[in-house]
């Protein structure tokens, strides 16, 4: 087989067919393969008409098929599936030839894998990719990791499929070494949870506290579509909560069962928040949300405890009510950005990416489920300020949030009155105000710890670490 496809798909279920396609439809020659051949047969046969496809049937043919450098993408399930995939196509591989690998990979196992690889001289680009079976078709969000060389030799590629934002810039950009694309990959779809929680939370409130039907809630949303809330997932809800069940003649979201489901990579973002330290509490909560959700047994048990019946507004008040869940959703989504935004950073930080924040909100902007308008804030308030601390000490954030909070804090008074759970909207708010508060009752904290533990607490008027002896005089003592 003479070499002549620039890149190759190996793994051709939905997103690796799509890829394929879209490589195809842009012009490069593509080499497919899957392990069941079957699959990259049909994807010729259906879609050969697409492009330059050249079909490959064995791992041998594959990898002949490649230009030199090889770029081999590979689209398999995350995990074990991937490993094998690689043990089968490296010892077939030379020096500078590169991996991609663009399934749900946790970033540490592409940090291992990059490792292991390099040391064959094969550059390993783990890369996030976003936007779903349509988004790997039409342009997707692409985060490659991987050395700065292979991005050179790959970068125009993935530029050239990814999708655009408005202003026609492509939605890829090399994220950082190694694990960095997985990471913020990860990331993304933690954002992307919380993101889900928040409206859903705004659709419960809108439902029970204001009293709307989901047909109504539906024009609302496609309302919040054209301001500042302007985003893919408001407007799949406005499509959701309009669509009718045929067999029942009810509202879709009636007849669906209430129990979410997660593949993982939301709770990854909240484990590896706790490890590195970082406060993710809208993306922990939108994790819980769907885990609580699923414990049918427990619920079931739980479902005549004491508590309020939401009784709907009149429809007077219904509309000034929704004015104040879209404030309280607008901020609580500041807050889970700037918690997304914190632990990328925090990632950057401890393992050495160098990761431009300003960039990740750029090639958000299109092709992924979180796209959305409110991410070209996001990149302006890093333009700004390549070293913001936090989203929150941007000017424009700052003041949204500040002019929000009236409206956000009364909807929560009305959720908990009415025993209505917004658990992101009330995690969120926490979140702001304990880091304007003056003071927080960690000091307290530390006290308890130094009477039970021994461990110690700093002083607000000098230097060093102290210790109060608790079981004798409760004299302190520097420690
Ligand atoms: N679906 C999405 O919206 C989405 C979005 C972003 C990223 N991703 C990620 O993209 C990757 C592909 O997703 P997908 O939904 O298209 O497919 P998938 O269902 O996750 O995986 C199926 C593919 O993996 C192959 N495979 C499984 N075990 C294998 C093994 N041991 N050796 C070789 N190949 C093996 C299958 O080959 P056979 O045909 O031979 O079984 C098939 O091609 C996943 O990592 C997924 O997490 C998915």
Redesign the pocket.
Same mark, same amino acid.
Do not use: F, I, Q, Y
């Given at each position: 087989m003479s070499a002549s496809a620039q890149i190759g798909v190996?793994?051709?279920?939905? /997103?690796? @067919?799509?890829l394929a396609r879209n490589f195809a439809r842009n012009g490069y020659t593509v080499a497919v393969h899957? @392990?069941?051949a079957a699959?990259a047969r049909a994807l010729v046969d259906e879609f050969g008409d697409e492009g330059e496809f050249v079909l490959a049937e064995t791992a041998e043919d594959f990898v002949a098929a490649l230009e030199r450098p090889r770029r081999l993408v590979v /689209?398999?399930?995350?995990g074990?599936?991937?490993d094998?995939?690689i043990k089968?196509f490296a010892p077939l591989l030379e020096p500078g030839d590169m991996i991609v690998?663009?399934?749900?990979?946790h970033f540490a196992d592409t940090r291992r894998r990059e490792r292991e690889l390099r040391e064959q001289g094969i550059h390993f680009v783990g890369t996030?990719?976003?936007?779903?079976?349509e988004?790997?078709l039409n342009g997707?969000s692409i985060m490659p990791g991987g050395s700065k060389e292979s991005y050179d030799a790959l970068g125009p590629m993935l530029e050239k499929i990814s999708a655009k934002a408005a202003d026609g810039s492509p939605c890829t950009a090399h994220i950082g070494p190694d694990g960095a694309g997985h990471f913020v990959?990860m990331v993304h779809n933690g954002i992307e949870y919380a993101d889900m929680q928040l409206i859903a939370e705004a659709y419960q409130l809108l439902r029970e506290v204001a009293g709307y039907s989901p047909a109504e809630i539906a024009d609302i949303f496609r309302t919040w579509n054209t301001g500042r809330l302007d985003s893919y997932l408001i407007e799949i809800t406005a499509e959701v909560l309009a669509h009718v069940d045929a067999a029942t003649g009810e509202p879709f979201v009636d007849v669906v069962q209430d129990q979410a489901e997660q593949?993982g990579t939301g709770r990854w973002t909240v484990q590896i928040a706790l490890d590195l330290g970082v406060p993710v509490s809208g993306i922990a909560e939108a994790v819980f949300a769907r885990s609580l959700s699923g414990h049918k047994d427990l619920r079931d048990a739980s479902r005549g405890l004491a508590g309020p019946k939401a009784e709907p507004l009149a429809k007077e008040e219904a509309a000034a009510f929704a004015d104040q869940v879209e404030q309280a959703l607008y901020a609580s989504k500041i807050v889970s950005y700037t918690q997304g935004f914190h632990e990328i950073a925090a990632g950057s930080d401890e393992y050495g990416w160098d990761i431009d924040l300003g960039q990740v909100s750029a090639i958000w902007r299109g092709g992924c489920i979180i796209r959305a308008a409110f991410l070209d804030r996001i990149r302006a308030a890093y333009d700004a300020r390549a070293d913001l601390p936090s989203l929150l000490a941007d000017d424009g954030f700052a003041r949204e949030i500040g002019e929000a909070q009236d409206d956000w804090r009364a909807v929560l008074v009305a959720a908990t009155r009415q025993g209505v759970p917004a658990p992101g909207f009330a995690a969120a708010l926490a979140y702001y105000d304990a880091l304007r508060a003056d003071r927080l009752p960690a000091a307290l904290t530390q006290g308890q710890r130094d009477y039970f533990g021994a461990h110690t607490y700093r002083r607000t008027d000098r230097e060093g670490s102290f210790h109060t002896l608790w079981g004798g005089d409760r004299s302190e003592v520097s420690a």
């Open positions: 190996t793994g051709l279920a939905v /997103m690796g @067919r799509n899957n @392990r069941t699959k /689209m398999v399930k995350a074990e599936p991937t094998a995939v089968e690998d663009g399934g749900n990979a996030g990719v976003s936007g779903g079976e988004g790997a997707p990959k593949k």
